[in-house]
């Protein structure tokens, strides 16, 4: 079963992004073990010097709800159970985004 994957990213190399602040996700899917990359979607970021708006995030979760996997470099309580609602596993992790991705699609956690 494939699943979808959105990557909080500045570069595209990297998941360096704060999933509040981030000013795009890499949407990738993973099918038996092998990654593909779709497309990037901007976004405009819910947080900013430290404080969030709850449309901001609401707007971020839908422009993520077709995803079933979000990666950020660090995510909030609040954003996590945002997207818990909305069915979608958040997780904070650093690292270079292919080696993140091949350790995803050999792991449970998409099983």
């Not at 079963?1 to 000013?23: C, E, L």
């Not at 993520?64 to 958040?90: F, M, P, T, Y």
């Amino acid at each position: 079963m494939a699943v979808k994957v959105a990557v909080a990213s500045s570069d595209g190399k990297f998941i360096n992004s704060h999933f509040g602040r981030t000013k795009q996700f890499l949407i990738f899917t993973i099918n038996n073990g092998k990654y593909e990359f779709l497309e990037l979607r901007k976004n405009v970021p819910a947080c900013s010097f430290g404080e969030h708006t709850e449309n901001g995030l609401a707007e971020t979760v839908k422009l993520l709800e077709d995803c079933n996997i979000v990666l950020a470099s660090n995510i909030g309580l609040g954003a996590v159970e945002a997207l818990q609602l909305k069915g979608i596993k958040a997780y904070s992790i650093t690292g270079f985004i292919d080696q993140v991705l091949v350790k995803l699609g050999a792991s449970r956690l998409i099983s």
